[in-house]
DNA sequence: AAATTCCCCAACCGCCCTAAG
DNA sequence: TCTTAGGGCGGTTGGGGAATT
C-alpha cells in the first residue's frame, strides 16, 4: 500500500504542462465537472497529483479567465485591495472577475512592487517623511508584506487621493465605458480576448457602480459602525497633518476579515460554477487538435455575441452572491484613510 | 550575431484548515 | 479524540523569452 502511494507518486510528472495533458484535463472537466482533484487527475489519464491538476485548471484553464494584461483601473483596484487585505490574493483576485490569485500575486510582486518603490524613493526625495517606513529598513524588505514581517506601513492621505481618483474614473469606466476593454489592456491581445473582457464587463456593470463607494473617503459617516467600534477610531496623524492606515506587523494573526467585517465572499471559490453543457456545445464545435494553449478558443466567446451574452449572463448569476460582499467591503475602504489597525 | 543579464510567470512547495473515518 | 486526506493559500523557484551589452 505505502510502496503503492511511493510508485503512484514517483511517476508523477512535474513542470510544465503539454498541451496534451491540458486537453485530457479540459475534455475531463467538461464532461464531469469538478470533483475530487485526485480522482480527476486519475480518471482523466494524467500522470499528475490533484493539486497539480487543480492548479491548471484554476490559473490556466478555467473558461472565464480574462487574458491579457491588467488595465490601469485593476491596478489600482489591486493596490488598493493589498493596502487593506496585505497578502491576501485569494481574495483580492475574488474582487476582480476573471483574475487568479497567481496572477495577481506575479504581477504585484513583479509590477507593481517595482512600481512602488519608485513612488517611496520619489517621495523620500521630496519629503522628509516616507510614505512607507520599515523597522528594517534597508532592501527590497521595504515594500514586503505588512501581513508577515514586522512592517509599519503608512499611506498618507494624498496618497491614497491619487489611488481615490483612479478609483472614481475606474468606477465610471470600468461600469459605465463600453470601450474599457479595447482602450486599457495591452495592445497584443486579441479581440476575442477583448470580447470576452467585455463579457466580463456585463457583470461588472452589475455591481452598481461599486467602486463609486471608494471616493467619499473624507465622509466620516460612511464608516461602518464595527469598525469604529473594532478599531477604536484610531486614527494616525503623520507629520504633515496627514491620516494613514497603519499595518501592523501582526495583522495576520488578528484575522483581518474577520476584524474588518467583511463577510465571507459567497462565491469565493475561485473555481466557476461550469454550465458543463453549454460549454460542451462550443467545446464541440473545435477541433479538439487545435493548440489545447488558447483554451478561450474553444469557449465560443468570439465572433457571436449571443455567446458573449448568455456567457455574462451566466457570471451575473454567479456574481450576484458576492454583490453585498463587494460593497461592504468598498464601504470598509472608504473609511479606511481613517482606520487603525488595531495590532494585538 | 553571440553572450549575458533581466525579469516575467507557471508551477511547485509547504503550511494550514477542514471534514471524514 | 486522533489520524489522514484533500483542498486552499501564500511564498518561492527556475525556465525561458526579452532586453541589453
Redesign the pocket.
Known sequence: MGNN?IMIKSKL?????SPEEDEKLLRYMLTNGQ??????ARNAGLQ?????C???W???LRPDLKRG?FSPQEEDLIVHLHSI??????????RLPGR????I???W???LK?RFKLTVNNNNNNTPSPNITNNNCSDDSSFS?P??NGIMMIMHLNEQQQYDNHLMAMSSSMCMDSSYSSSSTSSSISSMQQQQQQAAMVFTDQFNDPFSMLIDHNNNSNVPQCLMTQFGGMVEEGHNGNYGIIMGPNINKMGLERELCLPPLEN????PVLDVKRLNNHFNHHSIHQKVSKVEELFGFGNNNNNNYHHGQQQVENLKIGEWDLEGLMQDISSFPFLDFQVE
Open positions: 502511494n510528472r512535474k513542470g510544465l504542462w470533483g475530487c482533484w485526485t480522482d480527476i499528475r497529483c490533484g493539486k497539480s487543480r492548479l491548471r484554476i490559473n490556466y494584461a487585505l496585505g497578502n491576501r490574493w485569494s481574495q483580492i483576485a475574488a487568479t490569485d497567481n496572477e500575486k506575479n504581477f510582486n513583479s509590477t517595482k508584506d501581513n508577515t469565493d471559490n475561485s473555481a
